[in-house]
Protein backbone atom coordinates (compact mmCIF):
# COMPACT_ATOMS: atom_id res chain seq x y z
CA UNK A 1 0.00 0.00 0.00
CA UNK A 2 2.95 2.56 0.62
CA UNK A 3 4.57 1.67 -2.84
CA UNK A 4 0.81 2.46 -4.23
CA UNK A 5 0.57 5.32 -2.12
CA UNK A 6 3.44 6.52 -3.07
CA UNK A 7 2.75 6.21 -6.74
CA UNK A 8 -0.02 8.35 -6.35
CA UNK A 9 1.04 11.14 -4.76
CA UNK A 10 3.84 11.66 -7.45
CA UNK A 11 0.88 12.04 -10.06
CA UNK A 12 -1.65 13.43 -8.29
CA UNK A 13 0.04 16.17 -6.56
CA UNK A 14 2.54 17.10 -9.54
CA UNK A 15 -0.31 18.21 -11.52
CA UNK A 16 -3.99 19.81 -10.66
CA UNK A 17 -7.23 20.90 -12.50
CA UNK A 18 -8.70 24.04 -12.32
CA UNK A 19 -12.63 23.61 -11.09
CA UNK A 20 -14.93 25.45 -12.86
CA UNK A 21 -16.83 25.89 -9.45
CA UNK A 22 -14.06 27.91 -7.25
CA UNK A 23 -13.70 31.47 -7.32
CA UNK A 24 -9.83 31.09 -7.10
CA UNK A 25 -9.51 29.44 -10.30
CA UNK A 26 -12.17 31.48 -12.53
CA UNK A 27 -10.00 34.33 -12.18
CA UNK A 28 -7.36 32.61 -14.39
CA UNK A 29 -9.92 31.02 -16.77
CA UNK A 30 -11.58 34.52 -17.45
CA UNK A 31 -8.54 36.90 -16.92
CA UNK A 32 -6.79 40.54 -17.85
CA UNK A 33 -4.07 42.26 -17.51
CA UNK A 34 -5.68 44.62 -15.69
CA UNK A 35 -7.63 41.59 -13.49
CA UNK A 36 -4.27 40.25 -12.90
CA UNK A 37 -2.88 43.31 -11.50
CA UNK A 38 -5.61 44.22 -9.59
CA UNK A 39 -5.85 41.13 -7.78
CA UNK A 40 -1.92 41.27 -6.75
CA UNK A 41 -2.30 44.51 -5.21
CA UNK A 42 -5.41 43.22 -3.40
CA UNK A 43 -2.74 41.01 -1.55
CA UNK A 44 -0.56 43.35 -0.60
CA UNK A 45 -3.17 44.67 1.20
CA UNK A 46 -5.02 42.11 2.90
CA UNK A 47 -3.40 38.34 2.60
CA UNK A 48 -4.82 36.72 5.57
CA UNK A 49 -5.74 33.63 3.47
CA UNK A 50 -2.54 33.27 1.58
CA UNK A 51 1.32 32.15 2.57
CA UNK A 52 2.94 35.29 2.53
CA UNK A 53 7.10 35.05 1.66
CA UNK A 54 10.28 37.62 2.05
CA UNK A 55 10.27 37.44 -1.85
CA UNK A 56 7.34 38.73 -3.91
CA UNK A 57 5.11 35.58 -3.56
CA UNK A 58 1.71 34.87 -2.17
CA UNK A 59 0.31 31.15 -2.06
CA UNK A 60 -2.66 29.30 -0.76
CA UNK A 61 -4.63 26.14 -0.80
CA UNK A 62 -8.14 24.74 0.05
CA UNK A 63 -9.81 21.09 0.28
CA UNK A 64 -13.55 20.40 -0.20
CA UNK A 65 -14.96 16.86 -0.76
CA UNK A 66 -12.88 14.74 -3.68
CA UNK A 67 -11.55 18.47 -4.85
CA UNK A 68 -8.30 19.94 -3.77
CA UNK A 69 -7.52 23.49 -5.01
CA UNK A 70 -4.26 25.86 -5.07
CA UNK A 71 -2.73 29.61 -6.26
CA UNK A 72 -0.02 31.08 -6.60
CA UNK A 73 0.92 34.89 -7.51
CA UNK A 74 4.95 35.75 -8.18
CA UNK A 75 6.61 38.69 -9.75
CA UNK A 76 9.50 36.87 -12.09
CA UNK A 77 12.33 39.69 -13.02
CA UNK A 78 11.61 38.51 -17.04
CA UNK A 79 10.13 41.36 -19.19
CA UNK A 80 7.16 40.45 -20.71
CA UNK A 81 7.97 40.90 -24.06
CA UNK A 82 10.70 38.14 -23.10
CA UNK A 83 8.38 36.03 -21.20
CA UNK A 84 5.29 35.85 -23.48
CA UNK A 85 7.15 34.33 -26.13
CA UNK A 86 8.96 31.95 -24.60
CA UNK A 87 5.73 30.32 -22.47
CA UNK A 88 3.25 30.23 -25.68
CA UNK A 89 4.08 26.46 -26.58
CA UNK A 90 4.09 23.47 -25.49
CA UNK A 91 7.77 22.02 -25.77
CA UNK A 92 8.77 25.25 -22.78
CA UNK A 93 6.30 23.71 -20.39
CA UNK A 94 8.17 20.83 -21.12
CA UNK A 95 11.59 22.33 -20.12
CA UNK A 96 9.77 23.36 -17.44
CA UNK A 97 7.58 20.63 -15.78
CA UNK A 98 11.04 18.61 -16.00
CA UNK A 99 12.73 20.12 -13.63
CA UNK A 100 10.31 18.70 -11.03
CA UNK A 101 12.18 15.38 -9.43
CA UNK A 102 9.07 13.31 -9.88
CA UNK A 103 9.06 14.18 -13.50
CA UNK A 104 11.24 11.84 -15.78
CA UNK A 105 10.31 12.30 -19.14
CA UNK A 106 7.85 14.67 -21.01
CA UNK A 107 7.38 15.12 -24.88
CA UNK A 108 5.21 18.23 -26.54
CA UNK A 109 3.02 17.42 -29.30
CA UNK A 110 1.18 19.52 -31.28
CA UNK A 111 -1.61 20.69 -29.10
CA UNK A 112 -0.05 18.34 -25.78
CA UNK A 113 2.59 17.07 -23.71
CA UNK A 114 3.17 13.37 -22.72
CA UNK A 115 4.30 13.05 -19.13
CA UNK A 116 6.09 10.10 -17.36
CA UNK A 117 6.10 10.92 -13.61
CA UNK A 118 7.75 8.58 -10.42
CA UNK A 119 9.96 5.61 -10.51
CA UNK A 120 7.00 3.37 -12.21
CA UNK A 121 7.16 5.58 -15.07
CA UNK A 122 2.86 6.96 -14.67
CA UNK A 123 1.67 8.16 -17.88
CA UNK A 124 -0.41 11.38 -18.27
CA UNK A 125 -1.61 12.97 -21.55
CA UNK A 126 -2.05 16.79 -21.54
CA UNK A 127 -4.18 18.59 -23.53
CA UNK A 128 -1.76 22.37 -23.87
CA UNK A 129 -4.10 25.59 -25.27
CA UNK A 130 -2.87 28.81 -25.43
CA UNK A 131 -6.22 30.32 -24.06
CA UNK A 132 -4.98 34.13 -24.70
CA UNK A 133 -2.45 35.76 -26.11
CA UNK A 134 -2.24 39.77 -26.32
CA UNK A 135 0.77 42.23 -26.64
CA UNK A 136 0.47 42.44 -22.71
CA UNK A 137 -1.37 39.26 -21.68
CA UNK A 138 -0.77 35.49 -21.69
CA UNK A 139 -2.76 32.66 -20.37
CA UNK A 140 -2.09 28.43 -21.24
CA UNK A 141 -3.86 25.67 -19.72
CA UNK A 142 -2.62 22.06 -19.20
CA UNK A 143 -5.68 19.66 -19.16
CA UNK A 144 -6.41 16.12 -18.21
CA UNK A 145 -9.66 14.39 -17.90
CA UNK A 146 -8.36 11.58 -15.84
CA UNK A 147 -5.39 10.13 -13.42
CA UNK A 148 -4.06 7.36 -12.05
CA UNK A 149 -6.34 5.55 -9.22
CA UNK A 150 -9.32 7.31 -9.86
CA UNK A 151 -8.35 10.72 -10.33
CA UNK A 152 -9.69 13.05 -12.73
CA UNK A 153 -10.01 16.14 -14.47
CA UNK A 154 -6.36 17.45 -13.69
CA UNK A 155 -4.87 20.98 -14.95
CA UNK A 156 -2.42 23.71 -14.62
CA UNK A 157 -3.82 27.40 -15.73
CA UNK A 158 -1.02 29.86 -16.22
CA UNK A 159 -1.76 33.78 -16.63
CA UNK A 160 1.35 36.68 -16.85
CA UNK A 161 0.78 40.09 -17.97
CA UNK A 162 3.69 43.01 -17.00
CA UNK A 163 3.92 44.52 -14.21
CA UNK A 164 6.75 47.25 -14.57
CA UNK A 165 9.40 47.45 -17.76
CA UNK A 166 11.97 44.54 -16.57
CA UNK A 167 8.94 42.55 -14.70
CA UNK A 168 5.97 39.90 -15.24
CA UNK A 169 3.19 38.95 -12.67
CA UNK A 170 2.32 35.42 -12.78
CA UNK A 171 -0.57 33.63 -11.70
CA UNK A 172 -0.76 30.07 -10.99
CA UNK A 173 -4.56 27.97 -10.26
CA UNK A 174 -4.06 24.42 -9.60
CA UNK A 175 -6.95 21.76 -8.59
CA UNK A 176 -7.94 18.22 -8.80
CA UNK A 177 -10.70 15.69 -8.25
CA UNK A 178 -10.28 12.19 -6.18
CA UNK A 179 -12.45 9.26 -5.33
CA UNK A 180 -12.67 6.46 -2.74
CA UNK A 181 -9.48 4.58 -3.67
CA UNK A 182 -7.48 7.90 -4.31
CA UNK A 183 -8.44 8.84 -0.87
CA UNK A 184 -7.04 5.57 0.79
CA UNK A 185 -3.91 5.66 -1.40
CA UNK A 186 -2.99 9.04 -0.09
CA UNK A 187 -3.90 8.54 3.62
CA UNK A 188 -1.38 5.64 3.75
CA UNK A 189 1.40 7.58 2.13
CA UNK A 190 0.76 10.51 4.93
CA UNK A 191 0.74 8.09 7.87
CA UNK A 192 3.99 6.90 6.39
CA UNK A 193 6.36 8.37 3.69
CA UNK A 194 4.95 11.54 4.19
CA UNK A 195 4.59 11.72 7.78
CA UNK A 196 6.81 14.85 7.79
CA UNK A 197 6.28 16.90 5.22
CA UNK A 198 4.43 19.86 5.11
CA UNK A 199 3.52 22.84 3.02
CA UNK A 200 3.62 26.71 2.93
CA UNK A 201 0.15 27.92 4.76
CA UNK A 202 0.47 28.46 8.74
CA UNK A 203 -2.82 26.80 10.14
CA UNK A 204 -1.62 27.29 13.92
CA UNK A 205 1.32 28.03 16.20
CA UNK A 206 2.34 26.58 19.14
CA UNK A 207 2.61 27.90 22.89
CA UNK A 208 6.31 29.78 21.72
CA UNK A 209 4.95 31.16 18.48
CA UNK A 210 6.26 28.61 15.98
CA UNK A 211 4.52 27.89 13.09
CA UNK A 212 2.41 24.81 12.58
CA UNK A 213 2.34 24.72 8.91
CA UNK A 214 -0.23 22.48 6.62
CA UNK A 215 0.51 18.78 5.91
CA UNK A 216 -1.39 15.89 3.93
CA UNK A 217 -2.89 16.90 0.69
CA UNK A 218 -2.81 20.86 1.22
CA UNK A 219 0.68 20.47 2.17
CA UNK A 220 2.17 18.00 -0.93
CA UNK A 221 0.02 20.79 -3.06
CA UNK A 222 1.71 23.90 -2.31
CA UNK A 223 4.73 22.12 -2.22
CA UNK A 224 4.80 20.93 -6.20
CA UNK A 225 3.01 24.61 -6.97
CA UNK A 226 6.26 26.03 -5.62
CA UNK A 227 8.45 23.45 -7.42
CA UNK A 228 6.50 24.48 -10.70
CA UNK A 229 7.22 27.89 -9.55
CA UNK A 230 10.71 28.10 -9.44
CA UNK A 231 11.03 25.60 -12.81
CA UNK A 232 8.88 29.04 -14.67
CA UNK A 233 11.79 30.43 -13.20
CA UNK A 234 14.71 28.73 -13.98
CA UNK A 235 13.70 27.96 -17.27
CA UNK A 236 13.27 31.65 -18.18
CA UNK A 237 16.59 32.46 -16.63
CA UNK A 238 18.40 30.14 -18.78
CA UNK A 239 17.17 31.83 -22.10
CA UNK A 240 20.45 34.00 -22.38
CA UNK A 241 22.74 31.41 -22.07
CA UNK A 242 23.85 29.44 -25.06
CA UNK A 243 21.76 26.20 -26.28
CA UNK A 244 23.90 23.76 -25.19
CA UNK A 245 24.57 25.25 -21.57
CA UNK A 246 20.62 25.88 -20.75
CA UNK A 247 19.76 22.84 -19.07
CA UNK A 248 22.37 22.37 -16.52
CA UNK A 249 22.12 25.58 -15.64
CA UNK A 250 18.02 24.99 -15.39
CA UNK A 251 18.71 22.30 -12.88
CA UNK A 252 21.36 24.74 -10.95
CA UNK A 253 19.19 27.58 -10.62
CA UNK A 254 15.94 25.51 -9.98
CA UNK A 255 18.00 23.42 -7.32
CA UNK A 256 19.50 26.96 -5.26
CA UNK A 257 15.72 28.49 -5.49
CA UNK A 258 14.12 25.47 -3.76
CA UNK A 259 16.84 25.25 -1.28
CA UNK A 260 15.44 28.95 -0.14
CA UNK A 261 12.90 26.59 1.35
CA UNK A 262 15.06 23.63 3.25
CA UNK A 263 11.82 22.57 5.28
CA UNK A 264 9.70 22.07 2.95
CA UNK A 265 11.43 21.57 -1.14
CA UNK A 266 15.19 20.02 0.35
CA UNK A 267 15.83 17.80 -1.86
CA UNK A 268 18.15 14.09 -1.35
CA UNK A 269 21.22 14.46 -2.18
CA UNK A 270 22.36 13.95 -5.74
CA UNK A 271 18.96 15.48 -7.31
CA UNK A 272 21.68 17.65 -9.83
CA UNK A 273 23.45 13.93 -11.04
CA UNK A 274 20.19 12.03 -11.31
CA UNK A 275 17.93 15.16 -13.34
CA UNK A 276 20.93 16.81 -15.71
CA UNK A 277 20.34 13.53 -17.91
CA UNK A 278 16.79 14.22 -17.85
CA UNK A 279 17.00 17.89 -18.88
CA UNK A 280 19.15 17.49 -21.48
CA UNK A 281 17.60 14.97 -22.77
CA UNK A 282 14.06 16.68 -23.23
CA UNK A 283 16.24 19.48 -24.83
CA UNK A 284 17.85 17.33 -27.53
CA UNK A 285 13.76 16.28 -27.90
CA UNK A 286 15.07 13.04 -27.43
Given at each position: ??????????????????????????????????????????????????????????????????????????????????????????????????????????????????????????????????????????QVRLTAASGPLGTRDYAIAF???????????????????????????????????????????????????????????????????MRYYFGIVAYLGSLAAPAEQ??????????????????????????????????RKQHAGD
Amino acid sequence: MAALAQRFCVAAFAMATVGAAHAVALHALDGSTDSLRTAWAALQQSDAEFAAFSEPLRLASSQSSGELHGTLYGVVDTPFPTMRPALSNAAAWCAVLILDPNVHRCWPRAAGIDVEFGESNTPIAFSFQRAAGQDDYLQVRLTAASGPLGTRDYAIAFEAAPLDAGRSLVHLAFSQRFGVAARIAMAAYFNTVGRNKVGFSIVDRDGAGRPDYVRDLRGGLERNMMRYYFGIVAYLGSLAAPAEQQPDRRVRTWLALTERYPLQLREDPGYSERKSPDVRKQHAGD
